[in-house]
């Protein structure tokens, strides 16, 4: 089985879709944001080769099209620019668990 979790953008997310959408088109300017999603499109083609990947995006719970989260219930979730800190990956988990199944079982 394979699951697959994405990292946080931290971005605007109408952003983030349109760079990867420009990509996907060809038209990738290199910029470091460019980079990032090029990964994520990457991963998309590796996944469709297997039978039923799973596929965590944590965008999905953080982002909205006026942006992304960076509190969860009043305290901060990143430990850097990019990455949640432990409180931010429990309760991001916790999330996902109450809309989808566990993944691991």
């Known amino acids: 089985k394979l699951i697959v979790i994405l990292r946080p953008n931290g971005m605007d997310y109408k952003e983030f879709n349109k760079f990867k959408?420009?990509?996907?088109s060809g038209n990738d300017d290199h910029s470091e944001l460019a980079k990032k999603v090029n990964v994520n499109i990457s991963l998309d083609e590796i996944m469709n080769s297997y039978k039923e990947p799973v596929y965590i995006d944590p965008n999905d719970i953080l982002c909205t099209d006026s942006g992304c989260k960076v509190y969860l219930n009043g305290r901060f979730i990143y430990m850097d620019h990019a990455h949640l800190n432990v409180y931010g990956a429990r309760e991001?988990?916790?999330?996902?668990?109450?809309?989808?199944?566990n993944p691991l079982l």
């Open 92 to 101: 991001l988990a916790k999330i996902y668990l109450k809309n989808h199944k």
């Open 21 to 24: 959408s420009d990509i996907a």
